[in-house]
């Protein structure tokens, strides 16, 4: 029996693997490839515990919570969405350049593209613009595709405008939910503008960026990057100082130069449990410890790369669950 045959033999019993062995050895060589990448830039690897007390107040990410045993107290930790948290913290204490590769969970969050439990690269540059920041993710994504690649650069707006037809920042909701239904879209964002914006640009943005080059995003609205500077873009509206990366449709990764005021961080969470609250969301506890830690952070820029993405894109792909060893309802 060869190769290819034993793999659909063990993809069809139910107890086997989604990938196929060969899919992870793509995997493991990405690995690899990634730890040089940082082992000659002096990028420090680090370990973050995968648990917290605290949770992520993000309105469009919902955490996996789990009950514990504390000191024989009952205790709900969340499983984290990012080690964005605990990585500020150590980053604050060491002031170097770090990164880390691990699991990270969002609850409800299945599809071709999503799955629950997914793997996250994260690292974080000191006196790190995020212009240096784009130059180093050309460069880690070029060694691991295996060769150069050139980013394009877009507007959020700019985007907006060449595919919806509109600029962002100005629409009201009557005319975003107007063109969601025009185009076959049917919810209810009430007057939750950004939330809007949110669904047209997934659904009439983001299918076509990186068709042609790999395509950095920039210049989104204040409302998306709770944890990222702002700065005023070529027009004079307030942007949040961050990128995305679209390869062939998907998002990539995602970069921010941080914030690091502990005061304007701690409204921007409250604000966020607000409108949980309003929302009928649970309202999750702050990260005190992440809080106390940023007025520590030096300058810095930090990115997030979906790595079973990245993989997707490597080996053409078109379903998350060809790269993972095991989806969530596998699981």
């Not at 139910?14 to 493991?28: D, I």
């Not at 540059?125 to 070029?142: M, T």
């Not at 707006?157 to 063109?179: E, G, M, Q, R, W």
């Not at 005021?261 to 009928?280: A, I, P």
Request: proline fraction near 5%.
């Amino acid at each position: 029996m060869n190769q290819n045959n034993a793999d659909f033999v063990n993809r069809s019993a139910k107890y086997q693997p989604n990938c196929t062995l060969e899919m992870a050895r793509q995997r493991a060589n990405v690995y690899h490839t990634i730890r040089q990448f940082f082992a000659e830039r002096d990028v420090l690897e680090v370990q973050t515990p995968l648990l917290s007390k605290a949770g992520n107040t993000d309105i469009f990410l919902q955490s996996v919570s789990s009950n514990l045993t504390v000191f024989d107290r009952p205790t709900t930790y969340y499983l984290h969405t990012s080690p964005e948290f605990a990585m500020k913290r150590l980053l604050a204490t060491w002031q170097v350049p770090i990164y880390q590769i691990c699991s990270v969970f969002r609850d409800n969050e299945i599809g071709t593209r999503h799955n629950i439990e997914f793997t996250m690269l994260e690292w974080y540059r000191p006196h790190f613009s995020l212009d240096a920041l784009a130059k180093e993710l050309n460069a880690l994504v070029s060694v691991v595709l295996g060769y150069p690649v050139v980013f394009d650069h877009y507007r959020y707006v700019d985007a907006f405008l060449d595919y919806v037809k509109i600029h962002p920042l100005n629409a009201s909701c009557d005319t975003l939910k107007a063109i969601a239904n025009d185009n076959g879209i049917f919810v209810d964002m009430g007057d939750d503008h950004q939330g809007w914006l949110d669904i047209l640009f997934s659904h009439l943005v983001e299918p076509h960026l990186g068709k042609t080059l790999p395509t950095l995003i920039f210049d989104y609205p204040v409302a998306t990057s709770a944890l990222a500077k702002t700065a005023k873009d070529q027009d004079g509206n307030l942007v949040a100082k961050r990128f995305e990366l679209y390869i062939n449709g998907l998002e990539i990764a995602n970069a921010y130069d941080e914030l690091a005021d502990s005061k304007l961080l701690r409204q921007r969470f409250e604000q966020d449990n607000t409108e949980r609250q309003q929302r009928g969301l649970p309202v999750m506890p702050i990260d005190e410890n992440l809080l106390q830690a940023c007025d520590a952070l030096p300058p810095c820029s930090g990115i997030a790369v979906g790595l079973d993405r990245l993989l997707m894109i490597k080996t053409n792909a078109n379903n998350i669950e060809q790269v993972l060893s095991f989806t969530s309802p596998n699981a």
